[in-house]
């Protein structure tokens, strides 16, 4: 392997396992914890880097996401010619699709109101809800939604999807563009968001949208916080429109203490958990990008190249 240098700069992230199984996976490379005033490097391994890490390292040719969302990347300063790939799947789309299932079957078979009622040792039955009652839309039918709608599809929801260009998946009514929300709102009562964070999308989830899903809707967000108006969820749910939400992502994490979602009983908050970051996935789909870079192969080739300009 060519000369390389591997700067590994993660917030909130135990650096030691990952540099073990960066550098076993890239033998030769030197991968090493950036600190102000460390040599320039090649590559970089990032979440959430301060906008010195950038400024100090112009040279570098690439960026690895340790994520799937770059919304937090995108907010720094980059310079024109570097290159963002973010995590493709690597072990979140069966994990998102475990959580966003869970989460509806929950709901739709009421499973909180028998938890409740058995606590209180009652044996009741609740009336069978009619499946076809609870059509399912998915926002960003990309790697991550694409799985769950099929996994959604599987249990035989009805199930819509939403994208920005037109994608055709197996047993899911696809609608795209702005034109074409307001129909898949419409034709949704369940909502599941998997959408990237970028201008186009934040504060989507808003009085107006939120309002146009069936009486009895139900949302579940499991892609970034900033994309839910908080207050219109919230007077939604009060209001009845809506019968309640799960909730895994939000504005500020961890969720501050006194905000209403904690306590709200038909809040269900988990913390931002829905898909983890998998370490031995991740090293083994990072380095064998950075494996096909050194081999000369360009880089637009490689799966979760970031296209800026779009925003994710
Ligand atoms: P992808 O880039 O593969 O998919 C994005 C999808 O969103 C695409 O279908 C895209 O449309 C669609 N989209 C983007 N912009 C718009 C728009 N303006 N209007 C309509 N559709 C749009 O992303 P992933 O599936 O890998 O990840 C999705 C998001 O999930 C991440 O960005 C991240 O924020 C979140 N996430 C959350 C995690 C958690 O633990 N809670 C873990 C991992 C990710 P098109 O197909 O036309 O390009
Ligand atoms: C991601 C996340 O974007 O963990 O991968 O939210």
Redesign the pocket.
């Known amino acids: 392997m060519p000369h390389v240098r591997i700067a590994f700069c993660c917030t909130d992230t135990k650096p030691e396992p990952w540099l073990a199984g960066l550098r076993a996976a890239l033998p030769g490379a030197v991968v090493e914890v950036w600190q102000p005033g460390a040599p320039p490097a090649d590559y970089a391994v990032v979440w959430a880097p301060p906008q010195a890490f950038v400024d100090e390292q112009p040279g570098l040719k690439a960026m690895f996401n340790i994520?799937?969302?770059?919304?937090a990347l995108l907010r720094l300063r980059l310079p024109p010619g570097l290159r963002l790939v973010?995590l493709?799947?690597a072990g979140?789309s069966v994990q998102?699709a475990e959580y966003v299932c869970h989460a509806l079957i929950r709901h739709f078979r009421e499973f909180d109101g028998y938890e409740a009622d058995v606590a209180q040792g009652k044996w009741s039955y609740r009336k069978p809800r009619e499946r076809s009652e609870y059509p399912v839309g998915v926002?960003?039918?990309?790697?991550?939604?694409a799985r769950v709608a099929q996994a959604v599809a599987q249990f035989d929801f009805p199930v819509n999807g939403?994208?920005?260009?037109p994608?055709e998946l197996p047993g899911v009514r696809g609608f795209?563009?702005?034109q074409g929300l307001n129909d898949f709102l419409a034709a949704s009562r369940v909502l599941v968001n998997?959408?990237?964070?970028?201008p186009?999308?934040q504060d989507i989830l808003n009085r107006d949208t939120l309002s146009r899903l069936q009486p009895g809707g139900y949302l579940i967000n499991?892609?970034?916080g900033a994309h839910v108006v908080d207050d219109d969820l919230l007077a939604l749910i009060d209001s009845g429109h809506l019968a309640g939400a799960t909730l895994?992502?939000f504005r500020t994490e961890p969720l501050p203490a006194a905000h209403p979602f904690w306590q709200h009983p038909k809040v269900t908050v988990t913390p931002?958990?829905?898909?983890?970051t998998l370490r031995t996935e991740s090293i083994a789909q990072i380095a064998t990008k950075i494996r096909r870079l050194l081999a000369g192969e360009p880089i637009d080739r490689l799966p979760g190249v970031v296209d800026a300009a779009r925003?994710?």
């Open positions: 994520g799937a969302g770059v919304d973010r493709d799947d979140m998102m926002m960003g039918l990309g790697v991550l939604g939403w994208s920005r260009t994608r795209h563009g702005a998997l959408l990237p964070l970028t186009d999308t499991v892609a970034r895994d992502v931002h958990t829905s898909a983890r925003g994710y």
